[in-house]
């Protein structure tokens, strides 16, 4: 035997280790705080590092700094100031803390601790004190503090290039308005947060705990009051307040992330951005008209916009007369005029009212019916939610516990979850296009046609129908917050 070569016991002991984890894992229960950060991490790494990896792999361009560039993109994702680092000590070390906390509780009840008189176990029995006076939520919640103020520091430690603010800067998604006067830098210009997204998505969480709180304390005072009947119609009122206010947090942040998504992009993370982009589907020329009519460079009753190419490139690219989109033409109210001009221009299905055709709004869609566009918006939605909710679900599990997914008691919830969160998705997609159909062409804009499309295509128009309709699906799934 060389010297180089490990003793035979040891190579057993090397080839064992494996099982040996494997069976450890397999004993500790699912919400054992390692559970929960190799969890964490798995599912952390797969979306980080997955998506960094994909351009390395399928563009030569990407390669050509070969291993250099790689070793960049492993050092950066498993880096401790990488996504998935921070993310396992955000989330198990919440749980790592909580579970320390509550065996130095258990630890204050031992009649020995009393007798502890050195410094260190005077200091140590002033902490076991002050953590046993807490209840149990504020010891959960100071622990998930304390990992969260960690994984946030670990997040602005990542080095990041700084974005441009120039004046030829635009922001995505957001076509330049072609002789408007630079903007002046605001708040939110410069460089943006890399925890923004996070910070809405646990602010969303943190109302919708703070209510279900309320709803908990304000119940259990008329359970202890009303005796077992107390106690049953406590019990329904709880579901019924939860389910109404799960809907009012759902509406209030919905209503505000899309009222910015229309009309002030850049006050929303670029995910959030590219996102409702993909979901959405929509031509980034309406949201820069939508925009223009806020600002009032764009009007149909002064047959006047900043951008006059705007809306008839878009009619030119879909195959249609550039005239479709000319604000000079377009008629602003409805009635009789403007069937008149439709039929110069030989628009079909829109007499009686004005604005742009639903040809362009629906882009290449559906052409003109706005039935058929709700339906098919609604199917490229769920098919989108299926693509991104699958591995979601299935992932964690696949990497930590895999064996689960072989027994089909687990497995069809799991399923079923996907399928719900993908059929809430798609139903929020359909109802606002629904909403923007029946606002603008199918119902109001034919109630009143002397009310100008100004307001029917402003502000008024497309952001209310998105805060009206975000309340109907939540109703559906309470589960779907953020």
């Known amino acids: 035997m060389s010297a180089e070569e490990p003793p035979p016991d040891l190579k057993g002991k090397l080839r064992a280790l494996p099982n040996a984890v494997g069976e450890y894992l397999h004993s500790i229960p699912d919400d054992h705080p390692l559970q929960i950060a190799l969890r964490t ?84 029995a002033k902490v076991i004190g002050w953590l046993a006076l807490l209840k149990e939520s504020h010891r959960t919640f100071l622990a998930n503090a304390l990992s969260s103020a960690l994984a946030i520091t670990l997040f602005h430690r990542r080095r990041r290039s700084p974005v441009s603010t120039g004046p030829g800067t635009t922001l995505p998604l957001t076509p330049p308005l072609y002789g408007s006067p630079p903007t002046k ?63 009012l947090v759902f509406w209030a942040s919905s209503a505000r992330i899309m009222w910015c998504f229309f009309y002030q992009p850049e006050r929303l993370p670029r995910s959030y951005n590219k996102w409702i982009m993909t979901v959405a589907n929509i031509d980034p020329r309406i949201l820069a008209a939508l925009r223009l009519l806020r600002t009032g460079d764009w009007s149909y009753r002064r047959h006047h916009s900043a951008q006059p190419d705007l809306v008839s490139s878009l009619s030119r690219d879909l195959g249609y007369p550039a005239a479709w989109g000319d604000v000079t033409r ?14 110069e221009m030989g628009v079909k299905g829109r007499d009686g009212i004005g604005g742009i055709p639903c040809e362009l709004v629906h882009a290449n869609a559906s052409g003109g019916s ?62 606002i296009w629904a909403a923007v159909c029946l606002t603008r ?42």
């Open 41 to 124: 991490y798995a599912l952390s790494i797969s979306l980080s590092l997955g998506p960094a990896l994909v351009p390395f792999m399928t563009s030569p361009k990407a390669r050509r700094d070969g291993w250099t560039r790689l070793k960049r993109i492993l050092g950066r994702e498993l880096g401790a100031t990488g996504f998935a680092f921070a993310m396992t000590a955000g989330v198990g070390g919440g749980a790592f803390l909580k579970e320390v906390f509550d065996v130095l509780v258990l630890e204050g009840e031992c009649p020995r601790l009393a007798d502890d008189r050195s410094v260190h176990g005077s200091l140590r």
């Open 185 to 247: 830098p605001s708040l939110f210009a410069g460089r943006p947060s890399i925890t923004l997204d996070l910070t809405l998505l646990l602010l969303v969480r943190a109302m919708d705990a703070l209510s279900q709180i309320t709803i908990q304390k304000g119940c259990e005072v008329l359970e202890k009051n009303g005796g077992v009947d107390g106690q049953e119609a406590a019990q329904k009122r709880r579901h019924l307040l939860s389910m109404r206010l799960d809907a």
């Open 330 to 343: 377009l008629p602003p109210y409805g009635g009789p005029e403007a069937t008149a001009v439709w039929r």
């Open 370 to 431: 706005c039935s058929k566009n709700v339906s098919l918006r609604g199917s490229q939605a769920f098919a989108s939610a299926l693509a991104i909710y699958l591995p979601v679900h299935i992932l964690p599990i696949l990497l930590t516990r895999p064996r689960t997914l072989l027994r089909l008691s687990k497995l069809v919830p799991i399923l079923l979850a996907v399928l719900r969160s993908a059929t809430f998705l798609s139903t929020f997609v359909s109802c």
């Open 441 to 482: 062409t199918v119902l109001l804009a034919r109630l009143f046609p002397w009310i100008s499309h100004d307001v029917w295509d402003g502000h008024f128009g497309w952001a209310e129908e998105g805060r009206d309709c975000a309340v109907r699906p939540a109703e559906g799934d309470q589960g779907m917050l953020a």
